[in-house]
């Protein structure tokens, strides 16, 4: 047999495999689960995410029983300022952009949803995002870039949510991404009618009232409740978190009792997001099946469980 075909048939016999695998959709931590399990929308995936295929993507949302998933695209490549001048472009993670999310999508119909995104100071970006919301986007991001939150640019982004009736999720790691969240309560009052999602390190770490250094990403102190994040979802009816990543989950497990009542206190504002680069969805490094696993363990009731992992994100995207 040639090399050639010898790879093609390993790549094939790893295809298969992974599929037959997804079909399974065995649930990380938590046994079985099916077609008929209870269903979950999975808020934040990527294509081509750390150079993981379409095809290990959907064995893995279909390894972690997720019934819907949204794809956030990444702006095109660009070397500006805003892409810290092409280093964060993919997103820092080498994520793909609006057409890949669209087209994986309609492969999926119903499986797979798609958002729109661009850099923000491009001139086109108005343009770019809106032909992806006319084709069905369900939301703006992930805005992820080295802009100020408050920036014009920013701005031109919001009121075109707006316009749309679609949310902004918004990646925050002080001094890298979307700068500003002290002040980003003027955009949520200057925005009334547009619904805003956090995400990542500063957003995570600042559920803490002692947070001080912003340098730290991962605290993994107890926390104070009453953080500028636990103030933001307070006072803010247009204010979410998404509960992805790393960053999610060590807000969950770094104080456990603080995070019982956090989820009691903001569940009707709380997201499940994977945001997890796994091939197979069932490893000890998959991020999107602990945090399933932490949202069942310390949610106060199943009720709260379900709007986690499902009724908050059916209602605000609109599923």
């Given amino acids: 047999m040639h090399r050639s075909q010898s790879i ?3 790549k094939f016999i790893t295809s298969t495999s992974l599929l037959m695998a997804g079909a399974a959709w065995k649930l990380y931590g938590s ?5 008929d399990s209870e269903p979950i929308i999975d808020i934040h995936q990527h294509t081509d995410y750390t150079g993981r295929t379409n095809e290990e993507l959907v064995a893995h949302q279909r390894a972690l029983g997720i019934t819907t998933t949204i794809l956030l695209p990444a702006g095109r490549p660009v070397e500006k300022a805003s892409t810290h001048f092409g280093d964060s472009n993919g997103l820092a993670a080498g994520a793909s952009g609006n057409d ?9 119909p119903g499986e797979f949803l798609f958002g729109a995104n661009e850099v923000p100071d491009l001139e086109d970006t108005i ?29 031109k982004i919001y009121e075109l949510a707006g316009r749309y009736d679609v949310p902004v999720l918004m990646h925050w790691k002080h001094g890298s991404y979307n700068y500003g969240l002290d002040r980003f309560h003027t955009m949520l009052e200057k925005y009334p009618e547009v619904n805003f999602i956090g995400h990542a390190q500063t957003w995570w ?12 990403m991962y605290p993994k102190t ?45 569940q009707d504002k709380l997201l499940y997001g994977s945001d997890c680069n796994d091939s197979d969805g069932g490893g000890p490094d998959c991020v999107g099946g602990k945090t399933i696993a932490m949202i069942r363990k310390l949610s106060p009731t199943k009720a709260i469980e379900r709007k986690i992992l499902y009724k908050n994100a059916k209602k605000l995207f609109r599923i």
Avoid: W
């Avoid at 890949?100 to 999926?108: D, E, G, P, R, T």
């Fill in 8 to 10: 093609s048939r390993r």
């Fill in 31 to 35: 046994g079985i689960t099916g077609p």
């Fill in 100 to 108: 890949s999310c669209y087209q994986l999508a309609q492969k999926y």
């Fill in 127 to 155: 343009p770019e995002i809106k032909k992806y919301l006319e084709r069905g986007a369900k939301v703006i991001g992930e805005s992820k870039f080295a802009v100020p939150c408050d920036s014009p640019e920013m701005q």
């Fill in 205 to 216: 770490a600042n559920i803490d009232k002692d947070h001080e250094d912003q340098s730290v």
């Fill in 222 to 266: 107890d926390v104070t409740a009453g953080g500028l994040t636990d103030q933001l979802l307070s006072d803010y009816p247009n204010m979410y978190g998404d509960l992805g990543a790393g960053s999610g989950l060590n807000s969950l497990t770094r104080d456990e009792e603080h995070a019982r009542g956090f989820l009691e206190r903001h």
